[in-house]
Each structure stands twice: as structure tokens, then as C-alpha cells.
């Protein structure tokens, strides 16, 4: 299960992040903008700001394999037409659908892992899907490298390759409903699927522990996915005077350190705790690593290090903290209502960020024009900081003994 579970992640990384390598040929071939660039991964999130927690309910109602299926089927789908699209608006349309179903499955298989692996190693899992999914967007900013044929012949044939990595995804996702349907009629799974009828009031029942924790889902992964996954390549390029390829490697980095890491983080929050602690050196890191990036040269490697740590130990903790504060028939939900907001801020983040490129003339003859998008990353990243913090006052996970297994009521 564990396997089909990792390539289903990793394929549909790899296609979100096909946007960010392919972005100089969007403009050079197609005329556009970096607003219109943003838009390409700003609508992947606009449609789950309401659709994902529909989707968050439905794992917990239907439960979490044939959503699963349902959603993967949908991203392929996007992801060829996007590759087919040859105007703005029908690309558009493809990752509009391809965000309909990618993050709705992310909260499903959130929901899987968590009834297959509760109480063994809950956290380490959790991280080793995320590593996974880390390799995907690491093998898309390498693709540049890897697939240079591909580019030279324009910005279709490499968009081509990532829905090829959906079809991935697809037969992925079918095996995965093949063994968790076999296994749980066996009763293996660590927590049973339990659909009960949902009363929607329930959504303001979390406790303030949830919404801090979500404070830092949302702030962390909109400062860390729009710059990295859609301006980066383009701002070290401008900014540093970097080719295409040395861009490329130097944003996967981020990718490649988190596909490591992440696990032995997970492993560490298994063996001592200390959810709140870890967030918030997690999310320090953040700043921190926007501080160094103006300055180029080696800065540009340590810049890259603290944000592949970052990348690494907060969602390493973020996710198996959710099952602490929220009852087990309520977990698609509460994946579903982070991610919801998480996408809000996804779609925003992007905008706002083409925007500010936009208005400040942003481009090779006009480093400085990325100054403020700068500022409103490291802003952004502060204010995780300050979500860290509030959930550490709380006391959740500070102790070694929160271990897998014990799990409040919401």
C-alpha cells in the first residue's frame, strides 16, 4: 500500500511543479506575463478553497480509497490539458481541474495513512509519503537537466512528460484501492473507516491547538510553494544572473534536502514528541532564509539549506499533530478545512506575488523590481512564526510521552 501511496504522491508533485521550469518559455513562445504565470498555479488552488473540505467529508463518508481514485482520475485528466492547451485559457482550464482533484486526494491519502499506520510509526510514514512527494518536485526543477531535449523543443513536449507522470499517479492509485479494499475486509487497518453522519457544526467545535496549527499550514506552505515552485527559477535568474540549468539545480535543493530529511524528522517526532518545540524552530527558519537571498553567492546555498530544513521538519510534524487534537471520525474533515484554507492562501500568495513582480517591473534589467515580493515572503514567514509560538503556549506535544496513539477529543 505504502508504495502505490508514494508514487501517487510523487507523480502529482511532479506535475504541480511543471509550471516553475517551464515558465521562461511560457513567456518567450506564448507572450505570457508573470501574472499569467501565476495564474497557471493560482487557479490549482482556487477551486479547493471550498471543494477540498467537500472532499475532506467525502473521505470520511465514502471513504478514503475511492475518493482517492475519483480525484487521481481527475488530475490526469488536467494534466493533459494543460499539456494540449495551446491558449491561456484552456491551460487554464486544465490545471483548474488538475486542482480540483490533487488536493482532494492529498486530504484522502492523508486520511489513508493515518487508518492504515496510527500507533506504528504514524509520524515516520507521513514524512516518507511527504519525501516522496518532495522527489517529484526535485525531479521537476531537475528536469530542466535530465530532459533538455524536451525543452528545446519548446514549452509543450516538457509539459507532455509531467502528464505522463499523472498517468503514473493513475495506475498508482489503482492498485492502492485494490490492496486497502483487500485488507481492510481482513480488519489489518490501524483505525476502521467509521461513516458517521456529519453534522456540520462540528467545524467549530475544533479547539484553538487545530486553528494554531492550520495558522502554520497555511503561512508556511504559501510562502515556501509560490516562491519556490513559481518565481524562483525566474528571480535567481534575474536577480543572480544564474542560467536556466543552475536555477534549476539550486531550486531543487530545497526539493532534494527535504526528500531526505523529512523522514528522519518524522522518526524523531515518533520517538520524543515535542510537536510545538519543533514547529517553531521549523518555522523560524523561515525568515531567516529569505534574509539571506539578496545578498547572492554563498548566501544563495545557505538561504537554500535553512529552507530545505524548514521544508523538511515542519510538515514532518504539522501533519501527525492533526490527529492529536481532532477525533478520528472527524480527520478528513480536519485535513480537509487545513487544506481549504491552506489553498486560499496558496492562490493568494501567487497572485499577489506576479502582482508585486508585475508593478515593480521585475526582470533581467530590473533585479531590484523583486524586492517586494521578497518582503512579502519574509513578512509572511514571520507570521508562521508567530502561529508556532501560540500553539507552544498551548502546551500540545510538548511532552515525550504524546506518542502515536492518544488522541484527544476535538
Known sequence: MFTAAALLMLGNYYVYDSIGPVAALL??????????????????????????????????????????????????????????????????????????????MIVAMLVALVQWFDGRYLALFLALNISTARLGSFLADRSLAFADALYARGWQPPLLLAAGFAALSMAAALVYYAVDRREAARGTLAIAPRPDAFDWRKLWRFRAPFWYITGICVTCYAVILPFRSTFAIEYLQHAHGMSADAAGILNSNVFAAAAIATPLFGLLVDRVGRHAQLLVAGSLLLPLSFLCLPFGGVTLWISTVLLGVSFSLVPAVLWPAVPRVVDAALLGTAYGLMTMLQNAGLALANLIAGYLNDRGGAGAAHAAGYDAMLWFFGLLSVAGLGFALLLWRQGIGNAATDSPGHRPAS
Open 27 to 104: 513567456t518567450r513562445d506564448l507572450g505570457y506575463t508573470q501574472t499569467q504565470i501565476g495564474a497557471l498555479n493560482a487557479v490549482y488552488s482556487l477551486p479547493n478553497i471550498l471543494l477540498v473540505l467537500v472532499g475532506g467529508v467525502l473521505a470520511d463518508r465514502l471513504g478514503a480509497r475511492r475518493v482517492i481514485c475519483w480525484t487521481t482520475f481527475i488530475c490526469l485528466v488536467g494534466a493533459l490539458l494543460t499539456a494540449l492547451g495551446s491558449r491561456f485559457p484552456v491551460m487554464l482550464l486544465g490545471r483548474l481541474l488538475f486542482g480540483v482533484g490533487a488536493e482532494t
